[in-house]
């Protein structure tokens, strides 16, 4: 017989332990009376279920499968690849038949003559570079002058086929520098002479070499100006240290590449790059040098130059060329010595 009092452990009644929600959709169209969406978009208008979804079932799903079915990726959803970043190079210098980098760190920018647009970079030749290009061309210059002619003009031959073969970076009118080729064994019967003695003894004037050019591009014509003060140079047995044109110092490291490709022998063209007005004066002032061409530098700045050579009597050249003229023998011989030389008839 059982009391009235609920056994130990027992609920009260009414206090049980109610169950978890259902929250399916079924239990919600109980609770409604209304048939869930998922349930009326999968049942025909005569009740009976479906076994396939058809089309008109995607615009009724829930909002995590419609995500997922509007998901896939499709060849016309895949966005455009960027252009690609251009990677400006970074020119060095060109001392000694090596590429060094400037002895500064320092480098500057180089933009297009027209539209101004960034080219590359160039290193900014320092003071130290300057005398470390000397240095290359002294120990250069005894053994390119004394080459036989038929050698250096061979060289310069060479140096021109490679010019042509990289028409595509270099003007062509650039290849007019082939004219000198054909000049180192000639200039010896130009500028020579055998002079007349009262004697047994002959009597010959022979051009040679000054020795160490410095050179200050012109800054207008990279190219044509280029090649038209360094080939004089060099076809005679000289040495050059040239300072490139500031604005424009591409095509004088482009030339420097095709140098150091060639049959030049290291140190005999010596290529900075930098300030001007910083690395013409100390040309100017080098004791080492023996010649300079202030070509390249405004007439408004060559008075201070100018000085600084005849500290040191160093022979300056100095023209206004039109570049574009046929090229003559004065460049050639600005830049050499007259040797005479006697010696006794019949020994």
Not at 163 to 174: D, K, N, P, S, T
Request: net charge positive; charged share 20%; aromatic share 6%.
């Amino acid at each position: 017989m059982s009391s009235g009092k609920p056994r130990r452990g027992s609920a009260p009644p009414g206090r049980g332990i109610q169950p978890l929600a259902d929250d399916s959709p079924a239990a919600a169209e109980r609770a409604s009376g209304e048939p869930s969406a998922a349930r009326a978009a999968s049942t025909t208008p005569s009740g009976t279920r479906k076994t396939k979804t058809n089309p008109s079932s995607r615009a009724a799903a829930p909002p995590a499968r419609a995500a997922a079915a509007s998901s896939t990726v499709t060849g016309a959803d895949i966005p455009a690849t960027a252009p690609r970043l251009g990677v400006r190079k970074t020119y060095k210098l060109y001392v000694g038949g090596g590429f060094p980098r400037s002895e500064s760190g320092r480098t500057y920018p180089v933009h297009a003559a027209r539209g101004g647009e960034l080219l590359a970079w160039a290193a900014w030749g320092s003071r130290k570079d300057v005398r470390d290009a000397v240095v290359a061309a002294r120990g250069a210059v005894g053994k390119w002058a004394g080459a036989t002619a038929y050698n250096r003009g061979q060289v310069l031959y060479r140096v021109a086929e490679m010019i042509e073969g990289r028409a595509g970076q270099f003007a062509e009118e650039i290849v007019a520098a082939e004219w000198y080729a054909g000049w180192p064994d000639k200039v010896a019967q130009v500028a020579g002479a055998a002079n007349p003695v009262a004697g047994p003894y002959f009597n010959f004037s022979v051009p040679e070499p000054t020795g160490v050019v410095a050179v200050v591009a012109p800054a207008t014509s990279s190219l044509l100006g280029l090649a038209s003060v360094v080939a004089p140079v060099i076809v005679t047995g000289n040495a050059a240290v040239v300072v490139a044109s500031e604005s424009r110092p591409l095509p004088a490291i482009t030339l420097s590449e095709v140098l150091a490709t060639s049959d030049v022998p290291g140190g005999v063209v010596n290529v900075l790059t930098g300030r001007t007005a910083e690395l013409a004066p100390v040309l100017a002032g080098h004791y080492d040098v023996n010649a300079i061409d202030l070509t390249g530098v405004p007439a408004g700045g060559r008075a201070e130059l100018e000085r600084l050579a005849a500290s040191n009597v160093k022979r300056v050249f100095c023209a206004e060329d039109d570049w574009s003229a046929p090229p003559t023998p004065r460049r050639m011989l600005a830049f050499t010595e007259t040797k005479t030389v006697w010696h006794p008839v019949g020994i």
